[in-house]
């Protein structure tokens, strides 16, 4: 499975803002105050429907946001004229795409890193990073803390988290798991369920996600020149544990491979 295979979570824009925009704020708030502190030009690579780009941008900072996804770069664009943003948006592969600039703050989130399943999409991915990263700028990003989560099999389906869609319907969102430790991988498919009048919907979607243990993320970045300068385990900067829900690394490339 590749990145290509990783889009059917992405094919609703309006909506997926409506889900994912409430529990964004943390991480939005987290990102906003980096760009503050590092400054521009920013790049967010994975930036997706623009939740965490617009506001970035909104700080008066040069932004250039970089995804795969055709619909959600389309969505992200029109609300960034809606508030007047001036972003460039490129349609691309995070893995080998070159803008042909560097960037002082280069960021991901929304756990994109975990749709890098392979080490050697890890390696590709952090390859485009360095080529767009000024000297002595910043890289940050997140990724699910495995000790943090269940990665047991779960094939009864369980209840997440309701929404009302923008056509007005009560959505109930649910999913099913399946875990791969050998490849680290975790198999979600989620439904989406909601009454059209008196006729019954659901819409259902897979998704596949590479948990990337902290030892293992160190030694990864290690080996790809980037030292990290400061970790969290979650977005109110708590130090990472074996409970925390996620690790949240803000690094620079290392002094060796700069010299």
């Known amino acids: 499975m590749n990145a290509y295979d990783n889009l059917e979570e992405f094919t609703d824009p309006p909506n997926y803002d409506i889900e994912e925009g409430e529990r964004s704020a943390p991480r939005i708030a987290f990102y906003c105050d980096l760009a503050k502190t590092n400054g521009g030009p920013a790049l967010e690579i994975a930036c997706g429907s623009g939740l965490v780009t617009l506001p970035v941008a909104a700080l008066g900072l040069d932004v250039t946001g970089v995804d ?11 609300k960034a004229e809606s508030q007047h943003l001036s972003i460039r948006w490129v349609e691309a592969d995070a893995r080998s795409f070159d803008l042909g600039k560097q960037y002082q703050f280069v960021f991901m989130t929304g756990n994109a890193f975990q749709a890098f399943l392979r080490r050697e999409d890890q390696e590709a991915l952090f390859a485009s990073v360095k080529r767009h990263l000024l000297p002595h700028g910043v890289f940050a990003f997140e990724t699910r803390n495995p000790s943090g989560h269940n990665l047991t099999d779960q094939p009864e389906e369980e209840f997440e988290y309701s929404y009302r869609s923008m056509e007005g319907h009560r959505v109930s969102v649910s999913f099913t798991q399946r875990y791969d430790p050998i490849a680290q991988i975790m198999y979600w498919t989620s439904y989406r369920r909601w009454k ?53 690394s803000i690094c620079r490339v290392s002094d060796q491979a700069s010299n």
């Open 68 to 78: 795969l996804a055709r619909p959600m770069l389309d969505h992200a664009r029109k």
């Open 196 to 248: 059209d009048g008196d006729r019954d919907r659901t819409k259902e979607t897979h998704i596949a996600c590479r948990f990337t243990y902290p030892q293992e993320l160190e030694a990864l970045l290690h080996y790809n020149s980037f030292e990290v300068v400061q970790q969290f385990g979650d977005w109110d900067r708590q130090a990472l544990s074996a409970s925390s829900p996620s690790i949240i």
